[in-house]
């Protein structure tokens, strides 16, 4: 058994089984992180000896016969955006360099219950801010399957990380896209729960009311286990869901038959790459095979999805980190002269050390949008942007309300190109967040989504199929993917881009 390319399925019934030990996966993937890591920059920090040592414990507790959470043995990657006690947070960002939380994030608890072994911090979007990960303050983030392309964002190195085969199974976290973007930039499967079903107490907010965290991995199945172990209410975070989780692995061999996928017109204009709509359109026609039906829907309001989301995220962002002053938390300017650029006076020196703090320690994009938050948020014109971007939020939400009374489901593209070359857009923001264009509306909506291969271009990169639910409609997204998945091999496939 080659471990780092088994299935954690598979690796999960090998350990109960006694045929590997913990020790000897978690010790397979820490050495293929050893050898891949300085070409992909997926991760920003490996805690080797503290995942050898609970994996000795695991070990040890299943020899004894002491009974074992469900992830027992299995190697997790976890985005660094979640709070872990033994290891830094950083966001990807020099304003929280060397920050040591106090505390393990909701989801980081639950895994450790759970008996997984984290083998460290990916890398992302500066503070989730990206469709690239470009935006990391520790360097870009490589795409597995063609090193010169992006891996998409923010959760970038989350992604590359499982197509990588560092890490069967990662954690990430989706404001506008950045768990089922990334994934299908890479190949692989990634889901984002409705909102409030995934605790977010311990993620460092970007936006508050758009954040969610979910699971990325090879599979459908796979996700399922994984969301299993995070998913349920906590009573330390006020948008936490107080209802029961079900068992999402059960329902996954349930037939199609019956299920209605609806298909939006709109989402096949102009700017949709012709190879990632034939893939689509195939994929369309994989499910009638499978006994689903197609029916046309509309989402009148998707077109200014893009422009919501970039009024309302924006906004919040402002409004989160304006903590990070260098007085209260982060970064602190240490009072070395700097070149001004003909600016020299300041209110006072308190000022001062507020505004070099955080032009230190804040990077391009992040500053970007807390500009544009903080004018959308300002006096004269919240009423003109923010008030009625949240407005227009409802009227897209009411569109996927009047849209899952004719189906069960919406299917889709993930983005309308396959991963693009690094640098590509780096100097367009706009062409940067149109990449979000078909992901932001679940968000804005509160709905759960998820996106998994369906294909490969001509130059051998990844397409992916995105499928929208109503909330909490996780078992019935799981199991769509997880039937698609037992009739093809496109999330088995495996990069050469890399040395194996």
């Known amino acids: 058994m080659t ?58 507790a299943r020899a004894q016969g002491k009974p074992l959470g469900p992830l027992a043995g299995l190697p997790v990657a976890v985005k660094d955006v979640l709070c872990t006690t033994d290891q830094k947070t950083t966001c990807a960002s020099r304003m929280l360099k060397t920050y040591e939380p106090p505390y393990d994030a909701d989801v980081v608890r ?34 597995p399957w063609d090193t010169n392309s992006a891996p998409g964002g923010s959760s970038g190195g ?42 977010r107490r311990g993620l460092i907010a970007f936006s508050s009311s758009l954040d969610q965290i979910g699971p990325m991995a090879r599979s459908a199945k796979e996700c399922a286990m994984l969301l299993q172990a995070i998913a349920g209410h906590d009573p330390g975070d006020s948008t936490s869901l107080n209802t029961p989780v079900p068992d999402y692995l059960t329902g996954l061999e349930k037939p199609l038959q019956g299920l209605r996928i609806g298909r939006v017109a709109e989402h096949f204009g102009e ?31 998707a077109r200014y999805g893009v422009p919501t989301y970039y009024l309302i995220a924006p906004s919040e962002a402002s ?50 949008r807390i500009m544009l938050g903080t004018y959308a948020l300002s006096a004269g014109y919240y009423d003109a942007y923010y008030a009625k971007a949240l407005r227009v939020r409802r009227l897209i939400r009411n569109d996927f309300t009047q849209a899952f009374k004719k189906v069960d489901l919406i299917g889709g593209p993930v983005s ?25 509306g679940a968000n804005l909506a509160g709905i759960g989504g998820i996106s998994f291969p369906c294909g490969f271009t001509k130059t051998n990169l990844p397409v992916g199929f995105q499928l929208q639910g109503p909330a909490l409609s996780e078992p019935l997204l799981l199991q769509a993917a997880h039937q698609y998945q037992q009739t093809t091999d496109w999330h088995l496939q495996r990069t050469t881009a890399i040395p194996s």
Not at 416 to 440: H, I, N, R, S
């Open 416 to 440: 309308a190109t396959p991963a693009f070359k690094l640098g590509e857009k780096t100097d367009d923001p706009v062409a940067m967040y149109l990449v979000d264009l078909y992901t932001v």
């Open 3 to 60: 471990m780092t390319t088994t299935s954690a399925t598979e690796l999960a019934s090998a350990l109960q089984k006694g045929e590997i030990t913990s020790v000897e996966c978690t010790t397979a993937f820490l050495d293929r992180i050893g050898s891949t890591n300085p070409t992909i920059n997926a991760f920003l920090s490996v805690d080797r000896d503290g995942a050898l040592a609970k994996a000795e414990a695991v070990d040890t």
């Open 110 to 143: 639950r895994l450790r219950e759970a008996d997984a072994i984290i083998l460290g911090k990916t890398n992302m979007d500066e503070f989730a801010m990206g469709g690239s990960n470009e935006n990391s303050a520790y360097g870009l983030v490589r795409n």
């Open 271 to 301: 700017g949709l790459d012709q190879e990632v709509a034939e893939h689509v359109e195939q994929t369309f026609a994989a499910y009638e095979a499978a006994g689903a039906t197609i029916h046309e829907v509309e989402l009148p309001h």
């Open 158 to 199: 989350s992604a590359a990380a499982v197509a990588a085969d560092m890490a069967p199974l990662a954690i990430g976290s989706d404001t506008g896209g950045s768990i089922r973007q990334p994934a299908g930039l890479c190949g692989i499967t990634g889901l984002k729960p409705t909102y409030g079903r995934v605790s």
């Open 319 to 368: 409004s989160n980190l304006a903590r990070y002053d260098g007085a209260h938390y982060g970064h602190r300017w240490d009072g070395t002269p700097t070149d001004d650029q003909g600016i020299s006076t300041f209110d006072s020196p308190l000022v001062e050390m507020y505004c070099r703090s955080r032009a230190e320690g804040f990077g391009p994009e992040v500053k970007r």
